[in-house]
């Protein structure tokens, strides 16, 4: 890569826990085993000249879409490493995931493959199964492939919801109308927020600045 940054959670709650205070609230904390290593591997990433960016209020996806976003409209690529699932919304003809692990590349292509929709529609997908980690209620009764048929068939949420009162299945049409006020709530916790105000050093992120000696001894 040209360019390098590493975003972070902060501590503390985020706007979207002002949206809906039960969001997250089953997620474990973090193990303590874990939690001793954060100053480690930031300390590794200074001698790596890789800038740590994070913003309170903000998720650490909040900071990959702004990233994101602006590398788009650069006209450069942007590669987000990372195995998230929210992160699939940003993906476009610039913008891809990479699975360091696997060595793979996920784009509009994998994304088809897997959830068969696509990356702009991957919000309403989210909205509607919903996320039982992050405690975002979703459309009750609804899993990952009727959310697929829906979206093929109405394009969007609003189309979904425009529609519900054809779904054949009564109690799943009865359940999806009764609660779009849920999906609707899914819908902002799940978008990400791609202009997040946080300044953005490019100069600092470039590649090549590497402390060979404190990397080695770290």
């Not at 740590?52 to 879409?65: T, Y």
């Not at 697929?148 to 009865?174: M, N, P, S």
Request: hydrophobic share 40%; charged share 25%; net charge negative.
């Amino acid at each position: 890569p040209n360019y390098l940054f590493c975003a972070f959670d902060s501590s503390g709650p985020t706007f979207r826990h002002e949206q809906y205070d039960q969001y997250k609230i089953n997620r474990e904390a973090m193990p303590d085993d874990l939690r001793v290593q954060i100053p480690g591997i930031q300390e590794m990433l200074a001698a790596m000249e890789t800038p740590v960016l994070k913003l309170p209020g903000f998720e650490a996806d909040d900071i990959l879409a702004t990233l994101a976003r602006q590398v788009d409209g650069l006209g450069g690529e942007a590669y987000l490493v990372t195995n998230d699932k929210d992160c699939r919304q940003l993906i476009t003809s610039r913008v891809s995931m990479y699975n360091i692990r696997k060595d793979s590349i996920f784009d509009a292509e994998a994304l088809l493959a897997d959830w068969g929709i696509r990356p702009d529609q991957v919000v309403e997908f989210q909205a509607l199964v919903g996320d039982s980690v992050d405690n975002v209620p979703g459309a009750p009764q609804i899993g990952a492939k009727t959310a697929r048929d829906l979206l093929q068939q109405y394009e969007t949420l609003e189309g979904v919801f425009a529609h519900a009162h054809e779904i054949k299945a009564k109690k799943r049409r009865e359940t999806l109308m009764e609660n779009q006020h849920l999906a609707k709530l899914s819908l902002d916790l799940v978008r990400l927020k791609n202009d997040v105000p946080i300044e953005i050093d490019w100069a600092q992120g470039r590649v090549g600045g590497i402390d060979r000696e404190q990397v080695a001894s770290l």
